[in-house]
């Protein structure tokens, strides 16, 4: 059996390549196999998980950019998510425009506003901006609950997603429009760092003052860095709307700001691998504690009273959250990468 | 050698099994093991877990009585798919799947912001919903969700005609402030407020909001204070209602003025968050009766909450009331399915067994008696409301005391004003 003894770059596409061998390339394709013949073998129930995850992802992903990548701390994720929800609904519905178009406008409508609101990054960073993304979400919601056009408090209609006359109305069919968009965002994503705006958000976050020295424009590249997060949690908005089909402002609270900087921070801050991972464990997490574990309880000890198994979801999701920060605190993608190594060096580990 | 023997005698008992199990399946009766399954999602946890854990507590403890004591519906049993949603918008979304996903007939919800979030799927698949509270955007217009009671727009227009009628002896119109719970718990008295007020005769004086999280309005009451209102009307839930009732009280608003709450506020839970003696006098409007109220289904329920959620009991909980006959709506549902279009038009649990549960079920349903829990539920063409009827209620020492019969809450189509969803 041959084994690896080094993967060699000769010459620059080489080395600057994503996919550099022939194994990532199996790998690669395999996961896409699975992950596009996904509607073959799972029901609606697990494709909406799915599809759940991949809206998720997007907005992760925007948010690890801003987070993990710039170092710019916002608590306001689901506020920017709701303008572009509601941007594509607006677009969509009631000026009946087509669905490209609502989920572009929703994009940049998001990271205009993500820029309006990282405006104070420029003067305060850390917990300070913290506090301003929080202003964010609350005036956000503020304003979709009061104006008219979002229809309010009562909610707005979003209809299918469609392309030319291509209608996403099955489970499946969404399935394909949402993960397709995951993984370009994925792959852009992986590429932003790798560029001379990844390298200056990695240096602001690092010492925005070495940065600055070095000719690192921190207005530019902050706004950059909230533009972009925020575009992609527009996207992730506008995805969200036309697979729900209805939006209201209380399904983006507060809370599910938190959940998406505990996703990232699980996942592993600034890597590209990490939304990918601290997505997929807090959805599967979620799903598997309301969906498995609570029901396999109340069937199991029938001699306590209906319901009493309810009280374990959060305790147990809050308990695994905290084991996890205290045994991983570098995220799941840090032991990701110890994996690969240990795999590249086998068997000679040490 | 050893092992070709074990292969064959594994395949020929395997074979057995498989030949068996038609007959094994015939020896039970006609209708064992063949169930009706139906998904129950509640907030049990979550921030609205003081009225969703005793209500999903009365939707288990209802089917449990339905199943074991009464043999479940027409001889089938009732297949509970039950579900915590915690609250969450998303989580809801893909509980709803799952039902449907299961096979499940049809799904509930206690709240309205829960169904909120998962009513357009359900409608996209012909997935048929109740709502044990609601607002109007759930059903006007009206599609595959139904209100299991009256709505909180209903509940403005019934308190305010009641105001009118026995509390108002002044002269001109009474000022009525509205403190609504920014959502659609608030929107729905909004609404009902902003298109039958003036013809009640009542001048709206003021609106103000509050979050579900509040813990002081006394800012917006003073506003309203300064307004020197009549009545201030509360559409919300209980925590915040005994924030706006306890703040009015601390500022000496009441006793002096009227106060009266929808039926998301008005439970036993506003008594003891904000104390007896502080909501002494309030009114408000609840589609149920009361605990120990003489009517038929009392005794079962008592005996089922005292057996299984004794705290409840303590509590006086009037949410759990709600769900237990919101099962029991659930089980004649059923009943007229399968009656009128049979078991095997609904074993599969598909989209054509939800238009027949939906056709032969739900839009049979006429006045029928939920052992008087609350007013007789019917279908009407147009109105997906199934109970329109609420009562009026007054705290007095401590406890929440009918004052009225059934009052009827008329249709009001919203969707005919140009304002609405807007």
Same mark, same amino acid.
């Given at each position: 059996? #041959? ?24 790998? =690669? ?124 408090? =009562? ?14 109305? #099955? ?37 925005? =003052? ?42 983006? #609270? ?38 498995? =574990? ?57 | ?30 209708? +064992? ?12 946890? $979550? ?28 001889? %089938? ?18 509980? !709803? ?5 299961? $096979? ?58 009641? %105001? ?28 009902? @407020?902003?298109? %039958? ?8 004086? @003021? ?9 002081? +309005? ?41 106060? $009266? ?49 004794? +705290?409840?009991? +303590? ?61 007789? !539920? ?13 009562? !009026? ?18 249709? !009001? ?10």
């Amino acid at each position: 059996m #041959s084994l690896p003894c080094g993967t060699r770059n000769y010459n620059y596409a080489e080395d600057m390549a994503i996919v550099r061998t022939k194994t990532h390339w199996v790998l =690669l394709i395999a996961l896409l196999v699975i992950i596009f013949t996904a509607p073959l073998y799972f029901g609606n129930y697990w494709l909406g998980v799915m599809n759940l995850i991949g809206i998720t992802l997007i907005a992760a992903i925007g948010l690890n950019i801003l987070v993990g990548y710039c170092g710019q701390l916002s608590i306001g994720h689901a506020g920017f998510i709701a303008v572009g929800a509601y941007t594509a609904a607006i677009l969509t519905n009631r000026l009946e425009m087509p669905f490209l178009v609502g989920l572009i406008g929703a994009g940049v409508v998001s990271g205009l506003i993500g820029i309006v609101f990282g405006l104070p990054s420029v003067r305060v960073k850390g917990f300070y901006l913290a506090i301003t993304t929080i202003a964010a979400q609350f005036i956000i919601i503020w304003v979709i609950n009061h104006w008219g056009y979002t229809g309010g408090f =009562l909610g707005i209609k979003v209809p299918y997603a469609s392309i030319g006359g291509l209608v996403f109305r #099955s489970e499946s069919s969404q399935f394909y429009l949402i993960t397709i968009i995951a993984v370009l965002c994925v792959f852009f994503a992986k590429n932003l760092a790798r560029t001379k705006v990844g390298r200056a958000f990695i240096a602001i976050r690092d010492n925005d =003052l070495a940065a600055e020295v070095m000719g690192v424009n921190l207005l530019y590249y902050k706004l950059l860095a909230f533009f972009i997060g925020c575009f992609f949690a527009g996207i992730a908005g506008a995805l969200l709307a036309h697979w729900i089909g209805f939006l209201n402002a209380e399904q983006f #609270s507060f809370t599910e700001s938190i959940l998406y900087v505990g996703m990232i921070i699980i996942g592993g801050l600034g890597t590209s691998v990490g939304p990918i991972f601290g997505v997929i464990f807090i959805r599967i997490l979620q799903q598997l504690l309301t969906m498995e =574990l609570v029901p396999f309880l109340e069937s199991t000890f029938t001699n306590f009273p209906s319901g009493f198994a309810t009280g374990v979801t959060p305790m147990l999701f809050g308990l695994v959250i905290v084991l996890f920060l205290i045994l991983e605190p570098r995220g799941l993608a840090h032991r990701w990468a110890l994996f690969k190594s240990a795999y590249r060096l086998w068997p000679f580990s040490y | 050698m050893n092992n070709k023997r074990l292969i064959i005698a594994v395949i020929i008992c395997l074979a057995l099994i498989v030949a068996a199990l038609p007959f094994l399946s015939a020896c039970g009766g006609d209708k +064992e093991g063949r169930t009706l399954k139906v998904g129950i999602t509640t907030p049990t946890t $979550g921030k609205a877990a003081e009225k969703g854990a005793p209500m999903g507590h009365g939707n288990l403890d209802c089917f449990e009585y339905i199943n074991n004591e009464l043999g479940g519906v027409e001889g %089938y049993q009732i297949e509970v798919v039950w579900r915590d949603n915690g609250y969450d918008a998303a989580k809801v979304a893909t509980i !709803v799947k799952s039902f449907m996903d299961e $096979g499940c007939l049809l799904f509930t919800t206690s709240s309205s912001a829960m169904m909120t979030a998962s009513m357009e799927i359900a409608n996209r698949a012909g997935f048929p919903g109740m709502a044990a509270f609601s607002s109007p955007i759930i059903y006007r217009p009206p599609q595959h969700i139904y209100g299991q009671m009256p709505d909180y727009g209903d509940d403005f227009l019934v308190f305010a005609k009641y %105001y009118m009628d026995n509390i108002w002896k002044g002269s001109g119109k009474p000022k009525m402030a509205l403190h609504l719970l920014n959502n659609s718990t608030g929107a729905g008295a909004r609404d009902a @407020a902003r298109a %039958y007020a003036a013809d009640l005769g009542i001048e709206i004086v @003021a609106t103000e909001e509050h979050a579900s999280t509040t813990t002081s +309005e006394m800012e917006s009451l003073t506003r309203i204070k300064a307004l020197n209102p009549d009545v201030l009307y509360i559409s919300s839930t209980p925590a915040p209602t005994a924030v706006v009732v306890k703040n009015a009280y601390e500022l000496g608003m009441f006793p002096g003025i009227t106060i $009266g709450s929808g039926h998301a506020g008005f439970t036993s839970a506003l008594v003891d968050i904000a104390g007896a003696d502080i909501t002494e006098g309030v009114y408000g409007v609840f589609p149920t009766v009361n605990w120990g109220d003489d009517v038929p289904a009392m005794a079962k329920m008592t005996e089922y909450i005292k057996k299984n959620h004794a +705290e409840d009991y +303590e509590k006086k909980n009037m949410d759990y009331i709600t769900c237990w006959a919101q099962s029991l709506i659930v089980a004649e549902i059923l009943k007229e399915a399968v009656n009128n279009a049979g078991y095997d038009a609904l074993a599969a649990g598909d989209a054509n067994s939800w238009k027949a549960l939906e056709e032969q079920g739900i839009q049979k349903l006429k006045d029928y008696d939920v052992g008087g829990l609350h007013g007789p !539920v019917s279908y009407t063409a147009g109105d997906n409301r199934l109970s329109k009827s609420v009562r !009026v209620f007054q705290v007095q020492n401590g406890e929440i005391v009918p004052l009225t019969d059934w009052i009827d809450a008329p249709v !009001v189509k919203y969707e005919e004003f140009d304002w609405f969803g807007k």
